[in-house]
């Protein structure tokens, strides 16, 4: 949207948190919040994004996004002081204002655009949403017409004041309502002696500004607080996910012991076995199976391939067509070509394997030095022994051999064979000793 202006609030300082963490960078399905609340935006094309933070956000880099710029809310006075920060950012810009918030990462992009519909210079569109429960959220106040005519917070509701729809905080409207009414909110009408956001709808209605409401889901304006919250948003946002992958083609055996990411992609005819975690960063290719208990992150699986039981596969794993990697298998920065078995109790880290190669039980590439990283190459059609050691940097060849519980440390060439053993002893007469009780 050409003249959209997207203001996302992130100024709060999260204490309930407890965590030295700030609160907006924690994260939900493998994604801080405020990049679900700033990925969602940007995919309404806005004109700028405004991204608003307190001092000591301001130094962060992991808060510094391309096409986002960040405005400084110099103190702490509410947030409508927050907005008014943006002020001299917008002197001179037209256009429409949508107003996020960076502690809200279940926005849905349907509900914004329902903010967005038929916004004119007369008019402010506030998403809201019905619940019968307590809560801490502001209460929307109506006319006999069904015009909002103020907002309430909760604690400046009158004793046994009670109302079902709820502000959700987000809204919409021309820039030159925000222009006009954000400097006339005082700090004088609550009890906390800052400047509410939320005054700007009284101010609208006596100023005959159509302020409507636009009523939508509940679990999209749950707002993050505290760690509590913080699980209850994971478990939204899991259900969501798990709901997704289903209706995609995806067989989960048992759905809710199985974690996603935001990013996960997953082709059809996936079947995902109980006690699965998918960190960030996963694709898993048409036809694969995840068996239970297994772990990964930050990497690719083809199609038709067999993951565990109790597989980790780390960042940089490259995992090819018809693969099979068994269980207590951990992989780490290596491709594993098409039809070779990693099957059981093996470490693999930063290696090239090639087609059709057979690692055994308990083979190890000694990769790290104590200081450096080295690459192990195991060309097509090897066979690796069970309990061997492959000492990097090292290569072997195509077709080779390594006997079982070899340590290799010299390059093996093509079709042959590689074993090291030291000489068996055998004591005769022998006994250990034992401890007299």
């Given amino acids: 949207m050409k003249n959209l202006n997207i203001f996302i609030l992130a100024a709060g300082k999260g204490t309930r948190m407890n965590s030295t963490l700030p609160k907006i960078l924690h994260s939900i399905a493998g994604k801080p919040m405020v990049n679900h609340v700033i990925g969602q935006a940007k995919k309404l094309n806005p004109k700028k ?6 001092k000591e956000l301001s130094f962060r880099k992991d808060l510094i996004f391309p096409d986002v710029e960040v405005v400084i809310q110099k103190n702490q006075n509410g947030t409508a002081d927050a907005i008014k920060s943006c002020l001299p950012k917008i002197k001179k810009t037209s256009g429409n204002a949508l107003i996020l918030y960076a502690d809200l990462p279940l926005i849905e992009l ?6 967005l519909k038929n916004v004119t210079k007369k008019n402010i569109n506030l998403l809201t949403f019905i619940s019968d429960e307590k809560n ?12 909002v005519s103020e907002v309430i917070e909760q604690n400046e509701l009158g004793k046994g004041e009670h109302h079902q729809v709820c502000n959700s905080g987000i809204f919409s409207c021309d820039l030159d309502i925000l222009k006009k009414l954000i400097p006339k909110i005082n700090n004088k009408t609550n009890k906390k002696k800052e400047y509410y956001l939320t005054d700007i709808f009284k101010l609208a209605y006596h100023d005959n500004v159509d302020t409507k409401s636009i009523l939508v889901n509940e679990d999209e304006f749950m707002g993050v607080n505290n760690k509590k919250e913080l699980a209850v948003a994971e478990y939204i946002a899991q259900s969501k996910l798990r709901e997704k992958f289903l209706i995609k083609g995806v067989t989960l055996v048992d759905p809710e012991t199985v974690y996603f990411s935001e990013d996960t992609k997953i082709d059809k005819d996936v079947v995902i076995y109980p006690n699965v975690f998918i960190g960030k960063n996963v694709r898993i290719g048409k036809g694969s199976k995840i068996l239970s208990f297994s772990h ?5 699986v083809g199609k038709d391939v067999t993951i565990g039981p109790f ?3 780390r960042p940089g794993a490259d995992i090819k067509d018809e693969v099979k990697v068994g269980n207590f298998v951990e992989i780490k920065k ?9 099957n059981h109790l093996t470490y693999i880290g930063d290696t090239e394997i090639g087609k059709d190669v057979n690692i055994g039980a308990g083979t190890i590439t000694c990769n790290y030095d104590g200081k450096n990283k080295f690459k192990t190459i195991i060309e097509d059609g090897a066979f690796i022994g069970s309990n061997s050691s492959l000492i990097a940097p090292v290569k072997i060849g195509k077709n080779a051999y390594v006997g079982s519980g070899s340590a290799i440390s010299k390059n093996i060439k093509e079709k042959a064979l590689g074993i090291e053993r030291t000489n068996q002893i055998e004591i005769k007469n022998w006994h250990r000793k034992i401890k007299k009780k």
Avoid: Q, T, W
């Avoid at 994004?49 to 307190?54: C, E, K, M, P």
């Avoid at 349907?110 to 903010?115: G, H, I, L, T, Y």
């Fill in 296 to 300: 990964l992150e930050d990497c690719s």
């Fill in 110 to 115: 349907s509900s914004m655009r329902k903010a």
């Fill in 311 to 313: 597989a980790r596969l």
């Fill in 334 to 342: 290596s491709k594993i070509d098409k039809n070779s078995k990693v």
């Fill in 49 to 54: 994004i405004y991204l608003i933070v307190n």
């Fill in 136 to 147: 801490s959220y502001g209460k929307v106040i109506f006319d006999n017409k069904r015009n």
